[in-house]
C-alpha cells in the first residue's frame, strides 16, 4: 500500500523568511511519481512539480526548491524569501503505475504573515 | 487554451435530494478523475475515466454515486439521495495519458464544486 505523511500540519512564519515543507511517502513499488500542488484560498488545485523515482536531482524554479532523497523516502519543498502570496495548503502526493489513484497527504498549511 | 471547468461551483441540496455535477476537461486530455475533498483534509479518489471507459471506480463511496462520461470529454458524477455525510467539495481533473500510465503525469484540477446537504 502506499501512504504520503506530511507532519507539519500548520507552519506560520514572517515574509521573508525561508520554510521547508516535509514529505514522506511510502512505497514498494520502484516505479513511481511524486508531485507538490497548491491550493490557495480560492480553492483549485495548483500543479507545481512532478518528479519520477529514477530522477533524484534537486529542482529549482525561482523562489521553489524541491530535495528528493530515496534514501529517507523524502520530497521537501522549500521556498525562499517568501512571501504573502504564498499562503495556501500545499500537497504532495504519489502515484504508482500499478493503479490509478493518486494518495495525496493531509496538507500543510502555510501562513506567510506580513 | 481553457482549463477544467465545473459546474455548479455551490450546490446546496436537502437531504434524499439527487445532483448532478459536471465536468469540462481540457481538450484532448483522455483521462479524468473525480475527488471527493472534505473540510481540512487532502482529496480522496473517487473513479478514473480513460475517454469514455470508467476503468477505476473503487473510490465511490456508496452505490449512490455514479459517474458517466459517455463520448469521452465531459463528464458528470450523479450522488442519488443525498446523505449529509456526502457535503464536500468534489473535484475533477484531467490529464494526458501517455506511455507511462495515467498517473504519470500531473493532473489539472478544476474549481470544484461544492455540495452541501441540509
Known amino acids: 500500500a502506499q501512504k504520503v505523511t506530511q507532519a507539519q500540519t500548520e507552519i506560520s512564519v514572517v515574509e521573508k523568511e525561508d520554510v521547508t515543507l516535509d514529505c514522506v511517502y511510502e512505497t514498494r513499488d520502484t516505479t513511481y511519481y511524486l508531485f507538490w500542488y497548491k491550493q490557495p484560498p480560492s480553492g483549485e488545485l495548483v500543479f507545481l512539480i512532478r518528479?519520477?523515482?529514477?530522477d533524484e536531482q534537486n529542482e529549482i524554479s525561482g523562489r521553489y526548491s524541491w530535495n528528493f532523497q530515496k534514501s529517507t523516502s523524502s520530497f521537501n519543498f522549500t521556498i525562499t524569501a517568501s512571501q504573502v502570496v504564498d499562503s495556501a495548503v500545499y500537497f504532495c502526493?504519489?502515484?504508482?503505475?500499478?493503479?490509478?489513484?493518486?494518495?495525496w497527504g493531509a496538507g500543510t498549511k502555510l501562513i506567510i504573515k506580513p | 487554451g481553457a482549463g477544467v471547468s465545473q459546474s455548479p461551483r455551490y450546490k446546496v441540496a436537502k437531504r434524499g435530494q439527487d445532483v448532478a455535477l459536471r465536468c469540462d476537461p481540457i481538450s484532448g486530455h483522455v483521462s479524468l478523475f473525480w475527488y471527493q475533498q472534505a473540510l481540512g483534509q487532502g482529496p480522496e479518489f473517487l473513479t478514473y475515466?480513460?475517454?469514455?471507459?470508467?476503468?477505476?471506480k473503487s473510490g465511490l463511496p456508496s452505490d449512490r454515486f455514479f459517474a458517466e462520461r459517455p463520448e469521452g470529454s465531459v463528464s458528470t458524477l450523479k450522488i442519488q439521495r443525498t446523505q449529509q455525510e456526502d457535503s464536500a467539495v468534489y473535484l475533477c481533473a484531467s490529464s494526458l495519458a501517455l506511455a507511462g500510465g495515467p498517473v504519470s503525469y500531473e493532473q489539472y484540477f478544476g474549481p470544484g464544486t461544492r455540495l452541501t446537504v441540509t
Open positions: 502526493a504519489l502515484s504508482v503505475t500499478s493503479n490509478y489513484q493518486l494518495i
Open positions: 518528479r519520477n523515482s529514477f
Open positions: 475515466f480513460q475517454n469514455e471507459a470508467q476503468l477505476d
